[in-house]
């Protein structure tokens, strides 16, 4: 998901979750940092599903896809199959749970589509096999087990689906929804996410020049001014050129991988140093593969970064 506006809990929010990370390596697509989606205003009664209807983007064909596929593709999609298995548990059950809250309540003649703007990012099994290669079967069996172990559990909270957002890394702290979109949710606080501090795609940095600040900005400043940081290293605010902006819009704006930044001037230079990757919200994807190598179960990870969260199972 590339963007991550702050607005009203009913408007078209910058959310997700959704890093496509290259497994190999383990390094982020800078395209694909948040999922704008539609958050309802209701917390749909949890239910459970074995299908979804899938617009796939690249031909605008509607398919309905088994569950358990869907979700081995988003993992497959959205985590480095070289994560612990109890990671990849907990991005399964994440991202199982993101769609049943999605189904609910959409409005479309779909539930979900496959572009990572969107929706949850996800593989079929032809990308996979262009992705990992060699390695195809190997990944996708590990995958495919992780997936079937936690298959028809949900997250939820008072009985209710939880709208289980995800990241990617966060600055060490995750972000509260109230920072992100104005509104508190009881789950989507901020939790201690020590790891992500030790990812080696942690700290990123960009340099931009005072003219293309002005252009990319649509302002005329030559320097940044009133910078308000939330306690979660979040930009809350920062004025420019006799305007206000949040972190998120410059973010946006300037294709940084967070919000989470400090700017510095040298000349008619402005380097951001950024901390994380995404929108911080809801669970570490990084912070979860540290808690797993730490010992931690998929349910305690799960529970760490949903806080007062069940898992139902079906």
């Known amino acids: ?27 982020v697509d800078a395209k694909s ?14 239910k459970f599903y074995d299908k979804f209807k899938l617009l ?45 809250y999605r189904r609910d309540t959409s409005n479309n003649n779909y539930d979900l589509t496959t572009n990572f703007s969107t929706d949850q990012a996800y593989c079929s099994i032809q990308q996979m096999k262009e992705k990992w290669g060699e390695n195809y079967e190997a990944y996708y069996s590990k995958i495919k087990n992780v997936v079937s172990a936690v298959e028809g559990q949900l997250v939820c909270h008072n009985g209710k689906t939880a709208l289980t957002v995800y990241h990617a890394i966060s600055p060490g702290k995750t972000n509260p929804s109230s920072d992100v979109w104005g509104k508190e949710i009881p789950y989507l606080t901020s939790v ?4 992500d501090k030790l990812n080696k795609d942690y700290v990123s940095t960009a340099t931009f020049s005072n003219a293309e600040i002005n252009e990319k900005l649509s302002a005329s400043g030559t320097d940044f001014s009133d910078i308000v940081q939330t306690q979660t290293k979040y930009v809350r605010s920062v004025s420019f050129g006799g305007a206000t902006f949040t972190g998120s819009e410059l973010q946006k704006a ?30 570490s994807q990084s912070g979860a593969d540290y808690m797993a190598k730490q010992g931690s179960s998929y349910k305690e990870i799960l529970y ?11």
């Not at 201690?192 to 790891?195: E, P, T």
């Open 1 to 27: 998901m590339k963007s991550i506006f702050i607005s009203g809990l009913s408007s078209i929010i910058a959310l997700l979750i959704i890093p496509l990370w290259t497994v190999a390596a383990k390094k």
């Open 33 to 46: 940092v948040s999922a704008d989606i539609k958050i309802s205003d209701s917390q749909p009664k949890a």
């Open 56 to 100: 796939i983007d690249d031909t605008g064909e509607i398919k309905e896809i088994d569950a358990t596929e869907y979700i081995i593709g988003v993992v497959a999609a959205e985590m480095p199959a070289l994560y612990d298995e109890e990671a990849l548990k907990a991005q399964a059950v994440a991202a199982y749970t993101f769609a049943c």
């Open 192 to 195: 201690d996410s020590i790891g």
């Open 254 to 283: 300037l294709n940084l991988r967070s919000a989470a930044f400090d700017i510095a001037k040298s000349g008619d230079n402005f380097t951001f140093t950024v901390f994380g990757y995404g929108h911080g919200v809801g669970m």
């Open 304 to 314: 760490w970064y949903y806080p007062g969260c069940k898992i139902v199972e079906n």
